[in-house]
């Protein structure tokens, strides 16, 4: 069943779900994680450092700065075809492309997600475990991860629409 599109998260309101159901002490700190994060939704090194350095993981435990990287990136990898679209309207130079893309990218996660199907909540959660594990995490808390995020990416395609 999908949910209409007045009912649906957005990607922060799904990392939100998921860190609370890992740690709720670090959604205090989300807004500022996630604001790092969509300055430069691409991923460039530099920004990764920064979100997921040192800096940031002393303040706070590592749930939240891992959550808004990977299950913002994996949505992205799932919307790409999207984001290209977007971003390819009336391209003329490659600066111009990369700055209309990551433009696309900050507008796919302002808005409602769409409705995910099995296979595609599946290659999300599969996505966010990879990374989690390249990333060093140990394999427990790697799935422990990915089946926060598979719970909050199943709750959002089994909420029913509302009544009336």
Same mark, same amino acid.
């Given at each position: %069943?999908?949910?209409?599109?007045?009912?649906?998260?957005?990607?922060?309101? *799904?990392?939100?779900?998921?860190?609370?159901?890992?740690?709720?002490?670090? *959604?205090?700190?989300?807004?500022? !994680?996630?604001?790092?994060?969509?300055?430069?939704?691409?991923?460039?090194?530099? /920004? #990764?450092?920064?979100?997921?350095?040192?800096?940031?993981?002393?303040?706070?435990? $590592?749930?939240?700065?891992?959550?808004?990287? &990977?299950?913002?990136?994996?949505?992205?990898?799932?919307?790409?075809?999207?984001?290209?679209?977007?971003?390819?309207?009336?391209?003329?130079?490659? &600066?111009?492309?990369?700055?209309?893309?990551?433009?696309? %990218?900050?507008?796919?996660?302002?808005?409602? !997600?769409?409705? &995910? /199907?099995?296979?595609?909540? $599946? #290659?999300?959660?599969?996505?966010? #475990?990879?990374? $989690?594990?390249?990333?060093?995490?140990?394999? /427990?808390?790697?799935?422990?991860?990915? /089946?926060?995020?598979?719970?909050? !990416?199943?709750?959002?395609? $089994?909420?029913?629409?509302?009544?009336?």
């Amino acid at each position: %069943m999908s949910v209409p599109t007045s009912r649906q998260r957005t990607t922060y309101q *799904l990392v939100e779900a998921v860190v609370a159901r890992l740690d709720q002490d670090e *959604l205090p700190q989300l807004p500022r !994680l996630w604001d790092a994060y969509t300055r430069h939704p691409d991923g460039r090194e530099r /920004d #990764r450092e920064h979100l997921l350095g040192s800096g940031v993981l002393t303040e706070i435990s $590592a749930w939240a700065p891992i959550v808004v990287a &990977f299950v913002g990136g994996a949505v992205l990898d799932a919307l790409k075809e999207e984001i290209t679209e977007r971003s390819r309207d009336g391209i003329r130079t490659l &600066f111009v492309w990369r700055r209309r893309r990551r433009q696309a %990218m900050r507008e796919v996660l302002a808005e409602p !997600l769409p409705p &995910f /199907d099995d296979v595609e909540q $599946a #290659r999300i959660a599969r996505s966010v #475990r990879s990374k $989690a594990l390249a990333l060093g995490l140990p394999e /427990d808390k790697a799935q422990l991860l990915a /089946d926060a995020v598979s719970g909050e !990416l199943l709750r959002e395609s $089994a909420t029913p629409p509302p009544e009336g």
